[in-house]
């Protein structure tokens, strides 16, 4: 029988792991001391430094109880990195997504390695599937040497399937959990936030036949849920290429919600192209470029010209002349950020924690 595995460390950074990092000036901007942020070689700030991220190789001991953090010291990690970090206003915040990013991976490791309990564990992913969908939203303007849509993506998956595993395994009952308005403790339960989660699993995979089976097969006290239902009924009608109900009720969705959906318009964009240009084909008719920007969520011409001319398509006095059948395999432009920064750092404090 394997020996159960406890972190020792109670500090969001080993102490080992700080004095290393601080001596070889490796210390993000983040972590540093105020007082030495201008000196040539900084100070860490205990209370800042966070585990940064380390890849198992040969000659690394990953399992070492000193430099683990217990279950809550990781929930306490998470909460301090997506309630103080991600508010600053005074660092770049690609600079705070790069740390954040990188932090969290290592609270994944700390927690798998350990074997946490499947109580806690929820209490860790639940936060961080929240963070990857609002950073796509975030960064979605950035390049590609600033931010790779595509490792975004990856851990967002790998965390909410872990995340939706844990719920189908586990019959939960009221446990205790901090209140995020005072240091005592309030009975909650553990699966608050699974409505949430199941809904923006669904906005994750439009037309997606797993989660739109998924949705359908979860309890009724879950599937009957204004929230679920709304996504289901987006992603059906997107199974079933309606995208004109599709983006409509996607323009009316929130929060967390819309960015979800959001990370499907590329896609959406891309077939919509395909199917219009043959149900429109025709020498002579065009379509009113102004519709198909309000149609599919195009914030002006410019994108739907660029789209064009992706496509070879001609847009002539703002008409489109669908004058041929295009494929969608064909790369539309890169979405436009419909939530500015503003609106998205507004929207901080209620949906990450």
């Not at 931010?147 to 790998?158: C, G, I, R, S, T």
Request: glycine content about 4%; some cysteine.
């Amino acid at each position: 029988m394997t020996e159960e595995l406890k972190g020792t460390c109670f500090a969001m950074c080993p102490e080992k792991e700080r004095i290393s990092r601080e001596r070889e000036n490796l210390l993000n901007i983040l972590e540093v001391d105020e007082k030495t942020k201008n000196k040539k070689h900084k100070k860490a700030d205990p209370s800042k430094t966070v585990k940064c991220y380390k890849r198992s190789s040969a000659g690394l001991t990953m399992n070492d109880p000193s430099e683990l953090r217990p279950g809550p010291v990781l929930h306490f990690t998470v909460r301090y990195l997506l309630t103080r970090v991600i508010m600053r206003k005074d660092v770049n915040w690609t600079v705070i997504y790069e740390f954040i990013f990188d932090r969290l991976r290592a609270v994944r490791q700390d927690m798998v390695i350990q074997r946490l309990d499947v109580v806690t564990c929820i209490r860790i992913l639940n936060p961080i599937v929240k963070f990857h969908i609002y950073a796509a939203e975030r960064m979605r303007d950035k390049s590609l040497k600033e931010y790779v849509p595509k490792f975004n993506d990856q851990h967002l998956v790998e965390c909410i399937k872990q995340l939706l595993v844990m719920y189908d395994n586990r019959d939960f009952e009221l446990t205790e959990e901090y209140s995020t308005d005072s240091d005592k403790l309030v009975e909650v339960p553990v699966d608050k936030n699974r409505i949430e989660i199941e809904a923006l699993y669904i906005l994750l995979y439009l037309g997606n036949f797993t989660s739109i089976t998924r949705g359908l097969s979860l309890p009724s006290k879950y599937r009957e849920s204004s929230d679920i239902k709304k996504a289901l009924n987006i992603s059906r009608a997107w199974y079933l290429k309606n995208y004109v109900r599709v983006c409509r009720e996607i323009s009316q969705l929130s929060g967390l919600f819309l960015m979800a959906a959001l990370n499907n318009l590329q896609v959406i964009r891309r077939d919509t192209w395909a199917i219009m240009s043959a149900g429109y084909k025709s020498k002579n008719l065009t379509f009113p470029g102004e519709k198909l920007q309000s149609i599919l969520l195009y914030k002006n011409m410019s994108k739907v010209a660029e789209d064009c001319n992706t496509f070879g398509i001609k847009l002539n006095g703002g008409n489109i002349h669908f004058d041929k059948i295009i494929c969608n395999h064909g790369k539309v432009a890169n979405p436009e950020k419909l939530i500015n920064d503003i609106e998205l750092s507004d929207l901080l404090p209620d949906i990450i924690i």
